[in-house]
């Protein structure tokens, strides 16, 4: 399985700001996903990221909040924009190369939101 | 209803005996089952994957698909304190709409010394 590395492993951030989270692969792989894990609650989809064209945004998210850029096959990047202690969570990247059947997970960033 | 459900636990056994863990669901398009063993403040690993019904062993592991019942089952045999950990199913169909994998909420396990 490939290797992933998220950058930053956490974060504590003001009400209104931005921050950006980086995910890097050692391999090139086909797909990358990104999602937000809430404590008591499932992993739940952002969005799809696509190499060379927008990213694929689940029910729920857009691309004003979380927007996501994908320049290569081993690398993504998701940002929280004008966050709310709401958005406190944890965000995981991950990765398939079998149609996104079999995932692998980075590390997570915990993000908190004061 | 959930699409999938899970027992959240926490589930406690001592050291030595055979866990059970098990999902629910209600999407009967789901032919793809995994399960995800997440330790604290780590990403979740993937333990076991699954195509369709039956079952698959490996090492100390058994995942079982019962789709008739629309029912998953880890089974880890000879549990140690290493096995500590939160357990996430996980589950993908093939047809439109349905290619994204839906989680579970987890189980968290604790195994006693």
């Known amino acids: 399985s490939a290797v992933i590395s998220q950058k930053p492993s956490r974060d504590i951030c003001q009400r209104g700001t931005s921050l950006t989270i980086q995910c890097q692969v050692d391999s090139q792989v086909t797909m990358m996903f990104w999602y937000r894990q809430q404590p008591g609650q499932s992993l739940t989809l952002i969005a799809t990221?696509?190499?060379?064209?927008?990213?694929?945004?689940e029910s729920g998210f857009v691309i004003d909040k979380f927007p996501i850029s994908r320049p290569n096959l081993t690398f993504s990047t998701l940002t929280v924009s004008n966050m709310s202690p709401e958005d406190s969570s944890i965000y995981l990247c991950?990765?398939?190369?079998?149609?996104?059947?079999?995932?692998?997970f980075g590390p997570g960033t915990r993000l908190t939101v004061t | 209803q959930k699409e999938v459900e899970q027992d959240p636990g926490p589930l406690s056994v001592p050291e030595g005996a055979i866990v059970s863990l098990n999902c629910t669901y209600s999407?009967?398009?789901?032919?793809?089952f995994m399960w995800y063993r997440q330790y604290s403040r780590k990403g979740p690993e993937l333990l076991m994957y699954?195509?369709?019904?039956g079952n698959k062993e490996d090492g100390r592991f058994t995942a079982q698909v019962d789709k008739s019942s629309k029912y998953i089952s880890l089974f880890i045999r000879d549990s140690q304190p290493s096995d500590s950990a939160t357990y996430l199913c996980a589950m993908m169909g093939t047809n439109f709409g349905n290619e994204k994998l839906t989680f579970g909420t987890g189980t968290r396990l604790t195994i006693i010394p």
């Open positions: 990221a696509n190499q060379g064209s927008e990213a694929t945004y």
């Open positions: 991950s990765v398939s190369t079998n149609m996104g059947r079999k995932q692998y």
């Open positions: 699954t195509y369709s019904s």
């Open positions: 999407n009967s398009a789901f032919q793809y």
